[in-house]
């Protein structure tokens, strides 16, 4: 049952994802400041420290997999990088086992990290121009403040709705 409700808030987030995506465009004298929200990796990238390594695999399959197919215009991009996100998240992160200083800049950086492998690709695919400043100024910044709110937003409401579902299944078991 736990994995239902793994699964229904990680398609909540999919499409409040795309609902942010589409109510924030912006432009300043013509130049377009892309806002791209990442709800969905950080909640993968929560649970990969506050469950498994193994859901959060799971997890990054379905939405990695529903990421292509409803943005992707080269299918696979976002099914690996959520997939290679969560592996390193899982490596690295034992060491600052759920600080929640560091799980904020460490998901902040995945964001950033997922936003250039993005950009990259579809770089060296030619499907992009990809000019490096224009990158960072326009897109990259913009990224990484909006995601920085959502997840200031998001991590309560996560680590709450963990918390509440722990303490409901071990309330069973009793």
């Given at each position: 049952m736990r994995a239902f409700y793994y699964f229904i808030i990680g398609i909540i987030l999919f499409y409040v994802d795309t609902a942010i995506a589409l109510v924030i465009p912006m432009q300043i004298s013509g130049k377009e400041i892309i806002f791209v929200p990442h709800l969905t990796i950080m909640y993968i990238l929560i649970m990969s420290v506050y469950r498994s390594a193994g859901v959060a695999v799971i997890l990054s399959v379905v939405f990695g997999l529903m990421t292509d197919l409803y943005f992707g215009s080269f299918y696979g991009l976002y099914l690996?990088?959520?997939?290679?996100?969560?592996?390193?998240?899982?490596?690295?992160?034992?060491?600052?086992?759920?600080?929640?200083?560091?799980?904020?800049?460490?998901?902040?950086?995945?964001?950033?990290?997922?936003?250039?492998?993005?950009?990259?690709?579809?770089?060296?695919?030619?499907?992009?121009?990809?000019?490096?400043?224009e990158f960072i100024v326009f897109r990259l910044v913009p990224t990484l403040i909006l995601n920085f709110i959502l997840l200031i937003i998001l991590y309560p409401l996560i680590a709450k709705f963990l918390e509440k579902l722990q303490l409901k299944i071990d309330s069973k078991r009793s």
């Open positions: 690996f990088g959520y997939i290679l996100l969560v592996v390193i998240m899982d490596f690295f992160f034992k060491v600052f086992y759920r600080d929640h200083s560091m799980l904020f800049a460490i998901i902040l950086l995945s964001t950033i990290v997922l936003e250039m492998y993005a950009a990259i690709i579809y770089s060296v695919l030619g499907l992009v121009h990809f000019n490096l400043f």
